[in-house]
């Protein structure tokens, strides 16, 4: 019993069946089996977390990371049991309607399976390292551009510019080239034409600033941080054989000694 439920292949069938479940769901389909399987697969996974804890020790359980992920999505996903069963007793239970909606999250422990994720974990997490005070700056100077635009702007377009927040977010729209000429033509729209032109040359010199410039700066620096644990492996490779390369001259060289 214990290998079954510690078993990855029964975990990744768990994990499928429950998903169609909440896709089913999802899609209005009543139905009691789509229940009785949900919790089942509730249960399931309760069950498996129960058999770590005894095999691994509390220790031994959150030493792996995984289980963490494991362990959090499966307490979430308990009170989908809980109003299953409570709801036919008239009891309100509202308030626990989007801690049942956490169950979706399960479907978030397949990701553990896939080959080669490990690696990639560490390449973003390599890459948030290098490049978070990039990203700071950059969040920075959307942060300072919004005010400014606010302050100029928000009489003319407060849809766009009425408050910092929605300023803010649409200077993300306009550095993420969306809405780059829907944002300025509402703001233009309340100026006359010379003013206009001005307004609409000042929100193309953000757009390929922010835009074009500023965000494929961030990229190329993310994707390069990304990689760079791939470059290290290679560089390490090419001295190692480097060096067997200059063993060989040297015993070739001395070869060559031995024979004069």
Not at 115 to 142: E, H, K
Request: with cysteine.
């Amino acid at each position: 019993m214990t290998k079954f439920f510690l078993n990855e292949a029964a975990i990744i069938v768990a994990i499928i069946v429950n998903a169609i479940c909440i896709i089913l769901t999802e899609y209005d389909v009543e139905s009691p089996l789509i229940d009785v399987v949900d919790v089942l697969c509730s249960l399931f996974f309760i069950v498996e977390m129960s058999i770590k804890l005894r095999t691994l020790g509390v220790r031994g359980y959150l030493a792996d990371r995984w289980n963490w992920l494991d362990g959090t999505v499966t307490l979430l996903s308990v009170p989908s049991i809980i109003m299953i069963f409570v709801e036919p007793l008239g009891i309100d239970l509202s308030a626990f309607l989007v801690l049942r909606m956490m169950r979706v999250l399960r479907i978030l422990r397949t990701v553990r399976f896939f080959p080669g994720f490990d690696a990639v974990l560490r390449g973003f997490r390599l890459a948030m390292t290098q490049s978070w005070p990039v990203l700071i700056s950059f969040f920075l100077i959307i942060a300072i551009f919004a005010l400014l635009n606010c302050a100029m702007f928000s009489n003319a377009a407060p849809e766009y510019f009425g408050t910092p927040t929605s300023s803010m977010y649409s200077i993300f729209r306009l550095c993420t080239i969306e809405g780059w000429y829907e944002i300025p033509d509402a703001v233009a729209d309340g100026f006359n034409h010379p003013v206009a032109g001005v307004i609409r040359l000042y929100f193309s010199l953000l757009l390929i600033i922010g835009g074009i410039i500023g965000m494929s700066f961030i990229n190329s620096i993310f994707v390069d941080a990304m990689v760079s644990d791939n470059n290290d492996s290679v560089e390490a490779k090419l001295d190692e054989l480097n060096a067997k390369i200059d063993e060989l001259r040297a015993l070739l060289g001395s070869d060559d000694k031995s024979k004069v």
